[in-house]
């Protein structure tokens, strides 16, 4: 999730062309960007082989650029569909039903520190908002919360504490790699984050695990349009967990799932 400021945006790019979905409005110039536009325009981290990030809080690793750029940006084919929209290219991507089950995470010891049980209690609680409405279990596996690194392939993710990042908390898709599979916290989310709470962060960023897109891409008139690789689940919905205040949305309190949310969770894991 991208600190509470405004999004900064490619004005006139459209960004990850795909099958499926699209912005209302197409930004006025359509063409394609380079390889080497599309590398240069993400963040790259500092840290375990600097993984870059595009959506503002989605992690891809180096070697999987050059392959998403090539099935997802080279070819700009994003159309108009009909809230919340699930990651689609060439397919919805999501979990099995069986492994959306078994959503196995750490929480670092070591990387929290003192907020190690601040840390346990967001998550549980940001994981319940998503348990008690669709048909997937988060579950803490605390055995390996004294080796909880990237590395760590006991669980399905790692939860960690990172500091001086762009973004308050990042996090991934059900088909990344092991490797950048991380809810990674910046330790800024533990100071004043206006209206948010450290656990209204973390159902956002849950919902990207999930497979859940910004719902502000679905409009080119929200100013936060980032590609058209999402498939509508239900109608778009201004006040989505998934969507970012500042891009136009309408809740103005904490994050929380909404009505549309629900149904488009339900919908994609019944």
């Not at 991507?93 to 089950?101: C, G, H, L, P, V």
């Not at 940001?126 to 909880?148: I, L, Q, R």
């Not at 929200?222 to 205040?245: F, I, K, Q």
């Amino acid at each position: 999730m991208l600190k509470f400021r405004t999004v900064a945006m490619l004005a006139g790019v459209t960004l990850f062309g795909a099958a499926c979905g699209g912005p209302e409005e197409l930004p006025q110039e359509s063409k394609p960007m380079t390889f080497e536009e599309f590398k240069a325009s993400l963040t790259k981290e500092d840290f375990e082989g600097g993984k870059y990030i595009f959506d503002q809080d989605i992690a891809l690793e180096e070697s999987e650029l050059q392959a998403y750029y090539d099935n997802n940006i080279a070819n700009d084919l994003g159309k108009k569909s009909d809230g919340l929209a699930v990651y689609y290219v060439g397919g919805d991507i999501k979990w099995s039903s069986t492994a959306a089950r078994n959503l196995t995470y750490c929480v670092s010891k070591t990387s929290f520190g003192t907020r190690y049980n601040t840390v346990v209690s967001a998550m549980s609680s940001a994981a319940a908002a998503w348990e008690a409405t669709a048909n997937v279990n988060f579950v803490h596996s605390s055995t390996y919360d004294t080796n909880c690194t990237a590395s760590q392939t006991a669980v399905v993710f790692d939860v960690r504490q990172v500091s001086g990042q762009s973004y308050t908390a990042r996090a991934f898709f059900p088909n990344s790699s092991r490797s950048a599979r991380n809810v990674l916290i910046d330790s800024s989310a533990f100071g004043n984050l206006g209206v948010w709470t450290l656990t209204g962060v973390l159902r956002h960023e849950l919902g990207h695990t999930l497979g859940f897109r910004h719902e502000h891409t679905r409009l080119s008139s929200t100013g936060c349009y980032e590609d058209a690789n999402w498939r509508g689940l239900t109608t778009y919905d201004a006040a989505s967990v998934m969507h970012y205040p500042q891009c136009r949305g309408t809740q103005t309190g904490d994050l929380v799932l909404t009505s549309l949310d629900k149904s488009g969770a339900r919908a994609l894991y019944p």
